[in-house]
C-alpha cells in the first residue's frame, strides 16, 4: 500500500488542517454567493476540493496538505480583503504565501492581473498550480446567460493560457480542464 493509498485517512493527509481551513473560509465567505445563484460561496470553494482530492486519488499531487488548505483559502484575500497576516498566523507561511500567489492583483488591468498571478503562482510549489488548475475547472460550469459572446470567448482563451502555464504540474488535472475547455460553450 502506498502513503498515498487512502486519501482521507492516509499518512500524507491532514484533515484536521484541511478542516480548519475550511472552517475559516466559511466564516470568510459567509454573506457571499456564488455568482448568479444563491448557493452560498462555500459551494465553489468544496468544489474546487473536491477536484484536487479527484486528481490526488488517481495521481498523488505531491503536498496535498497545502493543496487542499489553499484550495480552501484561495479567495478569502481576494474576495473577502483577509489580511496575508492573519493567514500566516492562522495557516502558516507557506499557505499564505500560496494564497497571496493565488490573489489576483486589484491595482492592474484584468489580463495583466491573471498574467502577474500565474506568474507569482509558478514560483509557488506545484500544489498551488494544481489549486489553480481546480479552481478553473471548477469555473468553467455554463457561463451566466446575462455574458456576453465576446466574454464567454476571452474566459475560454484565459483557461488556454492556465493551462499551458500550469498544465504540467499534474497530469489529470491538465486533462480534466482541457475536457472542460472543450465542453466549454462556444460563444453565440
Given amino acids: 500500500m ?6 482521507a485517512t492516509g499518512p500524507a493527509t491532514h484533515p484536521d488542517a484541511w478542516i480548519k481551513a475550511w472552517k475559516f473560509a466559511a466564516d470568510a465567505h459567509r454573506e457571499q454567493k456564488v455568482k448568479g445563484s444563491d448557493l452560498p460561496y462555500l459551494f465553489h470553494v468544496g468544489a ?9 486519488n488517481a495521481l498523488p499531487i505531491e503536498d496535498i496538505d497545502l493543496a487542499v488548505t489553499c484550495a480552501a483559502l484561495h479567495d478569502c484575500m481576494e474576495d473577502q480583503g483577509v489580511p496575508i497576516e492573519v493567514l500566516q ?7 499564505a504565501a500560496g494564497v497571496e500567489a493565488l490573489t489576483k492583483r486589484a491595482a492592474l488591468p484584468k489580463q495583466e492581473a491573471m498574467i502577474d498571478s500565474l506568474d ?9 498550480w494544481c489549486v489553480k488548475l481546480a479552481d478553473r475547472i471548477v469555473n468553467l460550469a455554463p457561463p451566466p ?9 476571452a474566459y ?14 499534474h ?4 486533462a480534466r480542464l482541457e475536457q472542460k475547455i472543450h465542453l466549454y460553450p462556444a460563444a453565440a
Fill in 89 to 95: 498566523r492562522e495557516f502558516g507561511p507557506r499557505a
Fill in 2 to 7: 502506498t502513503k498515498h493509498a487512502n486519501i
Fill in 120 to 128: 507569482r503562482i509558478r514560483q509557488q510549489p506545484k500544489a498551488i
Fill in 171 to 174: 497530469e489529470g488535472l491538465a
Fill in 145 to 153: 446567460a446575462h455574458w456576453s459572446a465576446e466574454k464567454i470567448t
Fill in 48 to 56: 474546487v476540493m473536491m477536484e484536487l482530492l479527484a486528481a490526488h
Fill in 156 to 169: 475560454r482563451e484565459e483557461a488556454r493560457v492556465i493551462l499551458a502555464s500550469l498544465g504540467h504540474a
